[in-house]
């Protein structure tokens, strides 16, 4: 779940347009709040096909028996995302490539 699945997630994200500040604020909230409550914000994303996606998995996270763990695994999850996603942005801008 950390390895390929949080660098498959960045991938899909970053192509979807998603910024890591808004995934890692996404990744807080989550801590703060527990995935019941991040799955039901409007926008858990500012892009909407990005927003789509994520709140899918939230829902899913939602249907864990794991309680405070869960949330904090998928919150500790989406940061691990955000970071793949700002490490892909910061190589591309180095070296000009999608």
Do not use: C, N, Y
Request: proline share 4%.
């Amino acid at each position: 779940m950390f390895g390929d699945g949080a660098a498959a997630a960045a991938v899909v994200l970053d192509r979807l347009g998603a910024e890591p500040r808004s995934v890692a604020f996404l990744a807080d909230t989550v801590r703060a709040d527990g995935l019941a409550r991040a799955a039901e914000l409007p926008e858990p994303l500012p892009d909407r096909d990005a927003a789509v996606l994520v709140r899918e998995w939230l829902l899913a996270g939602t249907e864990l028996a794991g309680g405070i763990a869960a949330d904090d695994t998928a919150a500790t999850w989406l940061r691990a995302v955000a970071t793949v996603i700002e490490l892909k942005q910061l190589t591309r801008a180095r070296h000009g490539s999608g």
